[in-house]
């Protein structure tokens, strides 16, 4: 299929929210590559399955279109049987699982004042929640193999967001999420490294539907050129983190927009002071304004609209 050099020949790839944006950019792109890719959306028919029409389906049509293979998995993944049902679809239908591609989610922006509960707990348990269980339950299945001595060379890939590393005005539910996201990254890596599973984080920029009507001055397309904002540009290192040849990359956040790549670098310690006993809180507040000042100013955070 396509005109790929093969990096991912052999694997078996899952996409999640891949119907549609980013996720399809990257299912195409792994099936270019030679993977065979389930396609999970949450288009469905009133019986759980995939609609005939639905996102996930037509995705699966364009990647066998191309000579490619590929399922569509119609079910929630966050929730443990939709998780867990995603899985054993890779497996049931091409007899293994290696790499596991996290990027469902959508957006409920409202400003924390007028942010209601339910569009918190919403946009949480898409993004957040359906990062962990389709990683949990991927996990397992590699800790099995690891221990049945097939240890895989199996990949996963997180999908954060300057919102999540930076903070976004009117998206605290979605920055919460994202910055969550970038902290089960960097545990799952700790976690299951021991058993050949690799876990990275992406923050993409581009131009999708939870992002073209908020950013849409930025995010349009151009008429000539370079389509900086085209979802493709990101796919190819998603790609690559997937594959085998990502060998020893773990445990990090890669932000991914137009043809720009950046490793990411969060916390750590800056300017300190240490008195070796305790301050009063006038004192404490002196020291920290004095450490204030040698210290770089953070980030910008993003002004949603």
């Known amino acids: 299929m396509g005109a790929g050099s093969g990096l991912c020949a052999g694997r078996v790839v899952i996409v999640t929210g891949a119907g549609r944006g980013l996720g399809r950019a990257h299912a195409l792109a792994f099936a270019a590559e030679g993977a065979r890719v389930v396609v999970n959306d949450l288009g469905v028919g009133l019986d759980g399955a995939p609609a005939p029409d639905s996102p996930a389906a037509q995705v699966v049509e364009e990647i066998r279109a191309l000579g490619g293979e590929a399922v569509a998995h119609g079910g929630d993944i966050a929730t443990t049987e939709g998780a867990a049902s995603l899985v054993a679809t890779a497996l049931d239908t091409f007899g293994r699982l290696d790499t596991l591609v996290n990027n469902a989610g959508f957006l409920r922006d409202r400003m924390l004042v007028n942010l209601d509960e339910d569009d918190w707990d919403a946009v949480v348990r898409v993004h957040l929640k359906g990062h962990f269980l389709p990683l949990k339950h991927a996990a397992g299945h590699w800790r099995a193999e690891a221990k049945a001595g097939r240890t895989p060379s199996a990949r996963v ?59 849409a001055d930025t995010m349009a397309a151009p008429e000539a050129g370079f389509d900086a904002m085209a979802p493709e540009n990101v796919s190819p290192v998603v790609v690559w ?65």
């Open 157 to 215: 890939v997180n999908t954060s967001s300057g919102a999540g590393l930076l903070g976004s005005v009117g998206q605290g539910n979605y920055s919460a999420a994202k910055a969550g996201i970038v902290g089960l990254t960097l545990v799952a890596a700790a976690e299951m490294g021991r058993y050949g599973v690799q876990v990275n984080a992406v923050a993409p920029a581009a131009r999708t539907r939870m992002t073209e009507r908020t950013f």
């Open 241 to 305: 983190l997937g594959s085998a040849a990502s060998d020893g990359v773990t445990g990090r956040v890669f932000e991914a927009e137009a043809g720009r790549i950046t490793v990411m670098e969060g916390w750590r310690p800056g300017p300190t002071a240490d008195k070796a006993a305790r301050w009063t809180p006038a004192e404490a507040g002196e020291a920290a304004r004095e450490l204030l000042g040698r210290a770089e100013v953070p980030g910008a955070v993003y002004g949603a609209g």
